[in-house]
């Protein structure tokens, strides 16, 4: 081979992509041409600095945590759905029984001492709470994942019959993590999940039909808290074990892009 | 460098089909744990990709779920023997296509005058200029890690993809192919492209009016 090796054979050698007869060919001219010895030197230096310098991401040690969560999670019988986790493990369906029990308990209690809620209002949201323990403990991945509010938001086009808003500013360590389709009260509701630091949040928007709760809704459930509004057509409430007024303040920034406020929707 | 040109997409002719890993076999407990030997080792490297691609970690974050959750339940298509890395990789770069970074990537596309010369492999950077630098010039601008990162920065995304598949993750030409969906000679071609901007971009030391672009952490 005479020729200078033009830049596809460079990219080749230094890739280790050539023939047997090519790479012959091309160290028979490399011994004789200082020029293309040059660049067949940089090129195999940059391909080396290029991976270098290519690792350049560290990934995160929640990723790695939440994708074993998925992956494992997805161990789990097919049959089982959010609601049917009671034999994904003796812990799992222990715990469920434990809170689903113990919510009726305590939401027994809690009407007779207090009158702040209606046994319907009561009865969904122990409902709701009993979806939030049966998604924790499903750890099963949602159905739509995605921390972007114009993926999730269309994604319930066409499966549940009103729409919503959500906020593009979510309160300091808030994050949208994905959503779900469920039912309460046997009509379809929108299942949000967001997490506050490490405490995970069941939002629920479901169309206002029954007037079942409150116009603002702010209960203890089985340890957890339970806080949301209302709009004219839309019962929107939040349950989870994080600190009350870091779940106001996420409930706070959905309210506020209901109805347009300060949100594009 | 980059100009937005409305109803052009350089990644119109790609398809979204998975190539010959298919194998209808639906089985969930053992496949999940086939699945999490294969996949787990190749998380930082997706991930490391999905950030270059996306630009920021929050999205990389997202692509790299979406990714693993759709090649979880298309995992019973995957052909034992073939290369798993190339067929996820392949699943990250058609999510990436997708997405809301993706499309927007897909918008902006490079004037051809502007990028490196044509598909057939031809750079415009003349020989004479790589011919001038000296080794010892070449081992010290290859030195400048930061320098190079900038360079890739500055790539088309086709160029940066084919790039980290190349060198940062070692594929094969014929794997860097199945992955893109594109023939072996446009790989080649790429390949040659993209190198002859890093090198170029390492020659030319950035100015106020051509900064480096900036990566959200």
Same mark, same amino acid.
């Given at each position: ?10 990219? %080749?050698? $230094?890739?280790?992509? +050539? ?8 160290? #028979?001219?490399? !011994? @004789?041409?200082? *020029? ?55 812990? %799992?369906? $222990?715990?469920?029984? +434990? ?8 939401? #027994?209690?809690? !009407? @007779?001492?207090? *009158? ?55 309160? %300091? ?93 | ?217």
């Amino acid at each position: 081979m005479s020729e200078h090796l033009n830049d596809e054979l460079l990219n %080749a050698l $230094a890739d280790g992509e +050539l023939t047997a007869e090519q790479l012959a060919a091309a160290n #028979e001219h490399l !011994a @004789q041409c200082a *020029a293309c010895t040059s660049n067949a030197l940089f090129q195999s230096l940059l391909k080396s600095a290029t991976a270098r310098a290519g690792q350049r991401y560290a990934m995160p040690a929640q990723l790695q945590e939440r994708m074993a969560r998925m992956v494992k999670g997805q161990n789990a019988p097919q049959q089982a759905s959010r609601l049917g986790v009671w034999g994904f493990t003796g812990w %799992a369906a $222990a715990a469920v029984l +434990l809170l689903v029990f113990g919510s009726i308990f305590v939401f #027994e209690r809690n !009407a @007779q001492q207090v *009158a702040v809620v209606s046994s319907e209002s009561a009865a969904l949201v122990t409902e709701a709470c009993d979806q939030h323990v049966a998604t924790l403990a499903g750890d099963a991945p949602p159905q739509v994942i995605s921390s972007d509010r114009h993926t999730v938001k269309p994604w319930f086009q066409g499966r549940i019959p009103f729409s919503f808003n959500l906020p593009e500013n979510l309160p %300091a360590d808030t994050k949208l993590e994905g959503a779900d389709l469920t039912y309460l009260h046997s009509q379809p509701a929108a299942l949000l999940l967001y997490s506050i630091g490490k405490h995970r949040v069941s939002v629920f928007v479901l169309q206002r039909l029954s007037g079942a709760l409150p116009s603002d809704v702010s209960a203890e459930h089985s340890g957890f808290h339970v806080d949301g509004f209302n709009t004219r057509d839309l019962e929107v409430f939040a349950v989870s074990d994080v600190d009350p007024g870091r779940l106001a303040g996420l409930i706070g920034a959905i309210e506020q892009v209901q109805d347009g406020r300060g949100q594009a929707k | 460098m980059w100009k937005e040109k409305a109803g052009e997409n350089r990644y119109s002719s790609i398809k979204m089909t998975l190539l010959p890993w298919k194998r209808v076999d639906r089985r969930s407990g053992p496949q999940t744990s086939a699945f999490e030997d294969l996949a787990m080792p190749l998380l930082p490297s997706l991930y490391n990709v999905a950030f270059w691609l996306c630009r920021n970690g929050t999205d990389a974050e997202d692509l790299v779920q979406e990714t693993f959750l759709k090649a979880l339940r298309g995992f019973a298509s995957f052909e034992p023997g073939s290369n798993f890395k190339a067929w996820i990789f392949r699943i990250l770069r058609n999510t990436f296509l997708t997405s809301r970074t993706g499309l927007a990537a897909q918008r902006t596309v490079a004037l051809e005058d502007e990028l490196s010369g044509s598909e057939d492999g031809h750079a415009i950077y003349p020989e004479a200029a790589i011919d001038r630098q000296t080794p010892e010039m070449n081992l010290m601008l290859l030195a400048d890690r930061a320098a190079l990162q900038a360079g890739m920065e500055t790539l088309a995304p086709p160029l940066l993809e084919v790039i980290l598949l190349a060198d940062v993750e070692e594929l094969k030409y014929r794997e860097i192919a199945a992955v893109l969906d594109v023939p072996m000679g446009t790989v080649m071609s790429r390949i040659a492209r993209a190198r002859a901007a890093l090198r170029a971009a390492l020659q030319t030391p950035p100015s106020p009016s051509n900064p480096p672009k900036e990566v959200r952490a």
